[in-house]
């Protein structure tokens, strides 16, 4: 069996940024944050949980830590997928850098009845935002500074990002053979 999902990041508009993914029913959950990781660009370099409705739901799925303030209910390298999806239109909440707070929402669109190697991304919108740049509100904040040459921080953000000179930040830019490439290789 296989899941289909529709991830979106929660409070990012004008474009939404989501993705489309068939993944197979026994991945573990950290397999899926590395999953989710690669189809929107992040860069893994922050902390994450997956619980029903964002902080302060149970089940928190997160790995363990005698530093958290909320205890983990499950290892996400020990409990899998299907151990907690199994409806249709059942959601969760993917929390990624703790400080940013980039939220996304999971939703089971379809069990499907054929078994998959490696997961597939059907579809997607969006950029993923630039790690550390401030959350939903930040990252709403850099792409009005990047769309006025004018700013007085549109050359800093530009450097920051690493951009060139004549590049510009498309925030509909996504790109799914691309993504579908890395994909081959994911285990």
Known sequence: MAYQFKIQLKDVTKPPVWRQVIV??????HKFHQLIQL???WEDYHLYQFSPKGYGSHPLISIPST???DQADYDPRKIKINQVFNAPKQTF?????????WIHRITLEKLLPEMIKHPVCLDGKGTCPPEDCGGPWGYENLKQILADPKHEEHQE?????????DED???????????????KGFK
């Open 67 to 69: 530093e958290d303030w």
């Open 24 to 29: 197979p029913e026994k991945i573990t959950f």
């Open 157 to 165: 953000m530009k450097e920051w990002l690493g951009m060139a000179e």
């Open 93 to 101: 909440d993917y929390i990624y850098d703790f400080g940013d707070d």
């Open 39 to 41: 189809v929107f660009g």
């Open 169 to 183: 930040w498309d925030a509909n830019c996504f790109d799914l053979y691309e993504v579908n490439e890395m994909l």
